[in-house]
């Protein structure tokens, strides 16, 4: 959904994009590209207007240029406060973002690469409070 209130961060004016929900696109801090596409991502994108939402923008250059997004289980998305830590002790790939201050990168990177840590002992970031 497109945020209309233009008090959030992901504020989006009808004017710059008249629809009422952005087509799919990859969202978070990273994703992959096969090589061929982004010769097109680049010069779509220099033709097409900008907004402030960047995963949105990806989005409306991809449908533009008839892109299929596929989501792949080897990428975990990990934010403060919005995955459950037992997800990230699996040893397997992450890509982090949303943190508040580095304190936060620092903790969840101790859990993620302590191979003996166990849910039961980290509960959810969810349950902690934001130091």
């Given at each position: 959904m497109i945020i209309?209130?233009?008090a959030s961060r992901y504020y989006v004016s009808e004017r710059d994009l008249?629809?009422?929900?952005y087509?799919?696109?990859?969202s978070g801090g990273s994703y992959v590209l096969t090589t061929d596409i982004v010769a097109d991502l680049y010069k779509q994108a220099l033709n097409t207007?900008?907004?402030?939402?960047d995963d949105g923008?990806?989005?409306?250059?991809?449908?533009?240029l008839g892109m299929t997004w596929l989501?792949?289980?080897g990428f975990k998305l990990s934010g403060w406060g919005k995955e459950k830590t037992c997800s990230l002790c699996s040893g397997?790939?992450?890509?982090?973002?949303g943190y508040e201050n580095a304190d936060h990168v620092f903790e969840m990177?101790?859990?993620y690469i302590n191979a003996t840590a166990s849910c039961r002992d980290h509960g959810s970031l969810s349950e902690r409070k934001n130091p």
């Open positions: 209309r209130d233009t008249k629809r009422k929900e087509p799919p696109y990859a207007s900008l907004i402030s939402v923008y990806q989005g409306v250059v991809g449908e533009i989501a792949n289980r397997e790939a992450l890509t982090m973002h990177w101790a859990i």
